[in-house]
C-alpha cells in the first residue's frame, strides 16, 4: 500500500489491538494517529461474556457507540438501559458511563470520538472519588 493511500484508507486487519483505560479491548482502525484525520476516532470493541467496562467519563471527547453485535446494559449518567445490534449511543463529555455485556456472545460495537480517544482524556471513576 501506497503511503498516500495509507493516510486515506485503513483496514481493520492492520489495526494494532489494546486495552482502554475502561477495560474495553479495541482495534482503533482510523485517528491522527495513523491517517489523514485531525480531530476524531473510529475503533472497534469488544467485551466478552459477563464482563463490563469501567465506569467513567471523557473531559473533552464526545463519544458515540454503534452496537454491532450482542446484548448488553448500559449506563449513562443516572439513567440505565438494555443496548442490542443497531443502537447508538450518544455519551457527552463529562458524563459517567459504563456497558456491560449481559449476551452469551461477545458485545461488539464502534467507538466514535470527537476529539480522538487518548487514556489522558478518561477519567476513572475511582479516581474522582480519591
Same mark, same amino acid.
Given at each position: 500500500?501506497?503511503?498516500?493511500?495509507?493516510?486515506?484508507?485503513? &483496514?481493520? &486487519? /492492520?489495526?494494532? +489491538?489494546?486495552?482502554?483505560?475502561? %477495560?474495553s479491548i479495541i482495534r482503533e482502525i482510523i485517528s491522527p /494517529? @495513523?491517517?489523514?484525520?485531525? %480531530?476524531? &476516532?473510529?475503533?472497534?470493541? %469488544?467485551? @466478552?461474556?459477563?464482563?463490563?467496562?469501567? $465506569?467513567?467519563?471523557?473531559?473533552?471527547?464526545? $463519544?458515540?457507540?454503534?452496537?454491532?453485535?450482542?446484548?448488553?446494559? +448500559?449506563?449513562?449518567?443516572?439513567?440505565?438501559?438494555?443496548?442490542?445490534?443497531?443502537?447508538?449511543?450518544?455519551?457527552?463529555?463529562? *458524563?459517567?458511563?459504563?456497558?456491560w455485556n449481559l449476551g452469551d %456472545? $461477545?458485545?461488539?460495537?464502534?467507538?466514535?470520538? &470527537?476529539?480522538?480517544?487518548?487514556?489522558?482524556?478518561? *477519567?476513572?471513576? $475511582?479516581?474522582?472519588? *480519591?
Open positions: 500500500m501506497k503511503s498516500k493511500e495509507k493516510r486515506i484508507r485503513q &483496514s481493520i &486487519s /492492520r489495526a494494532k +489491538m489494546f486495552i482502554t483505560k475502561d %477495560r /494517529r @495513523n491517517s489523514r484525520i485531525e %480531530r476524531m &476516532s473510529l475503533a472497534k470493541a %469488544r467485551l @466478552n461474556v459477563g464482563c463490563a467496562t469501567e $465506569e467513567h467519563y471523557h473531559a473533552t471527547s464526545e $463519544e458515540i457507540y454503534y452496537i454491532l453485535e450482542g446484548k448488553g446494559k +448500559m449506563r449513562v449518567g443516572k439513567t440505565t438501559f438494555m443496548v442490542e445490534k443497531g443502537d447508538g449511543i450518544v455519551l457527552k463529555p463529562g *458524563v459517567y458511563h459504563k456497558i %456472545r $461477545e458485545l461488539v460495537f464502534l467507538c466514535i470520538c &470527537s476529539p480522538m480517544y487518548t487514556h489522558e482524556d478518561t *477519567v476513572m471513576k $475511582e479516581e474522582r472519588l *480519591v
